[in-house]
């Protein structure tokens, strides 16, 4: 089995390492639009990331850790997460 990341060292990856990780190893739930940007949510071994893709410059310009509840509540009405675990 590949070595999984805790969530404290993903974020101390480089921008390029985290998209890497969570396009190889994450799931994606599903995809949002905000403004000028596409985020796509997915579930990274025990927490989720959001990958904030600029829709002006086609580039990947953050991606957001996390595993609260209260971060998810953007994406409550959308998914059922109830089947991740």
């Given at each position: 089995m590949k070595y999984?990341?805790?969530?404290?060292?993903?974020?101390?990856?480089?921008?390029?390492?985290?998209?890497?990780?969570?396009?190889?190893?994450?799931?994606?739930l599903l995809r949002r639009h905000a403004k000028y940007y596409t985020v796509g949510l997915f579930y990274v071994d025990n927490f989720f990331a959001e990958v904030w893709y600029d829709l002006r410059t086609n580039d990947i310009i953050?991606?957001?850790?996390?595993?609260?509840?209260?971060?998810?509540?953007?994406y409550a009405d959308y998914i059922n997460l109830d089947k991740l675990y």
């Open positions: 999984m990341f805790t969530k404290s060292e993903f974020n101390r990856l480089t921008l390029r390492e985290k998209a890497n990780y969570t396009f190889g190893r994450g799931r994606l953050n991606i957001v850790s996390f595993n609260d509840g209260k971060s998810l509540d953007v």
